[in-house]
């Protein structure tokens, strides 16, 4: 004879899905805020909240739309992070 379902103790492994949907959603509604506030917040920061909806968006526009103020971001800062592969001659 089998516990019923209500008293039934959760598995480990429920709680940690449950856990790890509650973190992303949040992660989600932070990066919406910062999109949202674009004038007020950095590039990098932007980046990452791009980052985010690219991947966790609840739709594919949402998505989509994060991809492309990605590329705008990069438009307006071409090369960053080439640092290491530039000519040190070229700096001078």
């Keep these: 004879m089998s516990i019923p379902l209500p008293f039934r103790q959760r598995s480990r492994r429920a709680e940690r899905d449950e856990a790890r949907a509650d973190w992303i959603d949040e992660r989600r509604r932070e990066a919406r ?29 949402e998505r989509e739309d994060a991809r492309i103020l990605l590329v ?3 438009a307006k ?16």
Excluded: F, K
């Design 72 to 74: 705008v971001l990069e």
């Design 77 to 92: 800062t071409p090369g960053r992070g080439n640092h290491h592969n530039q000519d040190p001659e070229v700096e001078r």
């Design 33 to 61: 805020i910062v999109v949202a506030d674009v004038i007020h917040h950095s590039d990098h920061l932007l980046r990452i909240a791009c980052n985010v909806l690219v991947r966790h968006g609840e739709t594919p526009e």
